[in-house]
């Protein structure tokens, strides 16, 4: 079956750093998607990594490993605001996305 | 200006009861989606339309049917409600193909339903 993990929730502190870990298997593979959704609200789009590597974006950094099939989401300098769930989705070889249950990360001043 | 729009917001209702959601998108997007989130936060894919063809269909009880009378718009209508459907209904949008856009979901703000 097709399984995305990641840690159901995490506690951080302002102005820190913190890496939410994502691992997947899936039925091929096209691509992994980070998503934030705050309570209450919509999931956004936060990143997108097809390569493996590193893509930043701001204070948002988004690494994979195709081999190991594994995924970080890097937050740096955290303000209160980054309280949200984060949400891994990757696209399998029919191009659907299987979702992980989501990251609750929690902020602490 | 809302890019994905859904209504309503909030639905309380007696089981047994029918109920609709409607979703408009207004940026020209091929694909759109519902899904439905439970209380356990995992977005589950209910249906979605491609250029008003349905592409997915998954294990989905017949009650809930999807209706896109254009590429703008999926609306989901649900018979018979069941307690076991009190979730949040999120419509999304996203543009086709397969390439890096292609599953870049816009979501709707979400409908929460309650049935009782």
């Known amino acids: 079956g097709q399984n995305i993990d990641q840690p159901t929730e995490m506690t951080a502190t302002e102005g820190a750093i913190v890496q939410i870990n994502c691992t997947y298997q899936t039925s091929g593979f096209n691509g992994l998607f980070w998503y934030q959704q705050h309570a209450g609200e919509a999931p956004t789009f936060l990143s997108y990594?097809?390569l493996d590597g590193l893509e930043e974006k701001g204070r948002f950094s988004s690494f994979l490993s195709r081999s190991k099939g594994y995924s970080y989401l890097l937050l740096k300098e955290l303000q209160m605001k980054d309280s949200a769930s984060y949400l891994c989705?990757?696209?399998?070889?029919?191009?659907?996305?299987?979702w992980g249950a989501g990251t609750k990360l929690i902020i602490k001043p | 200006d809302t890019a994905v729009s859904q209504t309503p917001k909030y639905l309380v209702t007696q089981m047994g009861n029918d109920k609709s959601i409607k979703c408009e998108q207004n940026l020209g997007h091929d694909t759109m989606y519902w899904y439905k989130q439970d209380s356990k936060k995992f977005l589950k894919i209910m249906f979605s339309y491609n250029n008003k063809e349905l592409i997915i269909n998954e294990t989905v009880p017949n009650r809930f049917s999807p209706k896109s009378p254009d590429k703008a718009h999926l609306n989901l209508h649900i018979n018979s409600l069941e307690l076991g459907d009190s979730a949040v209904y999120f419509c999304?949008?996203?543009?086709?193909?397969?390439?890096?856009?292609?599953?870049?979901?816009?979501f709707g703000a979400g409908s929460r339903l309650t049935v009782l």
């Open positions: 989705a990757v696209r399998d070889s029919n191009y659907q996305l299987i």
């Open positions: 990594n097809v």
């Open positions: 999304a949008s996203s543009q086709g193909g397969s390439g890096s856009g292609a599953n870049v979901l816009t």
